[in-house]
């Protein structure tokens, strides 16, 4: 696996993904780096209703945050694994934005964003499109900061053609794949990628989207 090239011996790596808590620092620990992944958003949802279709956008992925830290050993340092954002409603409803991931080291807070909902849409006949989710806004205080990949739109041709969203895909977690047959929203997959949009056609019931996958953080400890 790749390990980043710092000053020091490398001693080891923590991988976070509980919601929240502390990560402390080994007995002989003086720098760690940390790699922040934010969640991603929801997939819209859609309304289903006779010979109409909805074609629901992707959620967003979440931004990407790296940080060199130079720490005391024995040193607990609290950090918070953003959850994912939840599918929009079967009424057509916008997916959820999840909470960001974080790490505080003395008086420094890293960010890493979480990426919005997709656009949800109510069925209907006539052709439109619902955007995808935006992608997470730039990380902040990290040594390298990135945005996150919005989500795909999806577009109605007609009442019985459509397709949905594909959700937008992290850099440790692929994107809730979108649809061309009516259901429920595909589930992103692994860290920081966003849900798949929902779709309806013609006399398929109505659905939600795609829930975005939680954030993640991975802690390099060095002498």
Same mark, same amino acid.
């Given at each position: 696996?790749?390990?980043? *090239? =710092?000053?020091?011996?490398?001693?080891?790596?923590? =991988?976070?993904?509980?919601?929240?808590?502390? +990560?402390?620092?080994?007995?002989?620990?003086?720098?760690?780096?940390?790699?922040?992944?934010?969640?991603?958003?929801?997939?819209?949802? +859609?309304?289903? =209703?006779?010979?109409?279709?909805?074609?629901?956008?992707?959620?967003?992925?979440?931004?990407? !945050?790296?940080?060199?830290?130079?720490?005391?050993?024995? /040193? !607990?340092?609290?950090?918070?694994?953003?959850?994912?954002?939840?599918?929009?409603?079967?009424?057509?409803?916008?997916?959820?934005?999840? $909470?960001?991931?974080?790490?505080? +080291?003395?008086?420094? *807070? +890293? /960010?890493?964003?979480?990426?919005?909902?997709?656009?949800?849409?109510?069925?209907?006949?006539?052709?439109? /499109?619902?955007?995808?989710? !935006?992608?997470?806004?730039?990380?902040?205080?990290?040594?390298?900061?990135?945005? #996150?990949?919005?989500?795909?739109?999806?577009?109605?041709?007609? #009442?019985?053609?459509?397709?949905?969203?594909?959700?937008?895909?992290?850099?440790?977690?692929?994107?809730?794949?979108?649809?061309?047959?009516?259901?429920?929203?595909?589930?992103?997959?692994?860290?920081?990628?966003?849900?798949?949009?929902?779709?309806?056609?013609?006399?398929?019931? $109505?659905?939600?989207?795609? !829930?975005?996958?939680?954030?993640?953080?991975i802690a390099w400890e060095f002498a």
């Amino acid at each position: 696996g790749w390990v980043p *090239t =710092v000053p020091g011996l490398f001693l080891t790596r923590q =991988v976070l993904t509980a919601s929240s808590g502390n +990560v402390t620092s080994g007995t002989s620990t003086n720098q760690m780096l940390y790699q922040l992944i934010g969640p991603g958003g929801g997939g819209g949802g +859609v309304t289903g =209703v006779s010979i109409s279709a909805g074609a629901a956008g992707g959620g967003g992925s979440g931004s990407y !945050a790296e940080k060199l830290f130079a720490v005391a050993p024995n /040193t !607990a340092y609290a950090y918070v694994v953003g959850r994912g954002g939840l599918g929009g409603a079967n009424t057509g409803g916008t997916g959820s934005t999840g $909470a960001n991931t974080t790490i505080t +080291v003395s008086a420094t *807070t +890293v /960010t890493a964003n979480a990426g919005a909902g997709g656009i949800g849409m109510v069925a209907g006949t006539a052709a439109s /499109t619902s955007l995808g989710g !935006a992608g997470g806004t730039i990380s902040i205080n990290g040594d390298i900061n990135t945005v #996150g990949q919005s989500g795909g739109f999806g577009i109605r041709f007609s #009442g019985t053609a459509a397709t949905s969203g594909i959700g937008g895909c992290g850099y440790f977690g692929g994107g809730g794949n979108a649809r061309n047959t009516a259901g429920a929203g595909s589930a992103a997959g692994n860290y920081g990628a966003g849900g798949g949009g929902a779709l309806s056609l013609s006399s398929t019931g $109505a659905a939600i989207g795609g !829930a975005g996958s939680i954030g993640l953080i991975i802690a390099w400890e060095f002498a």
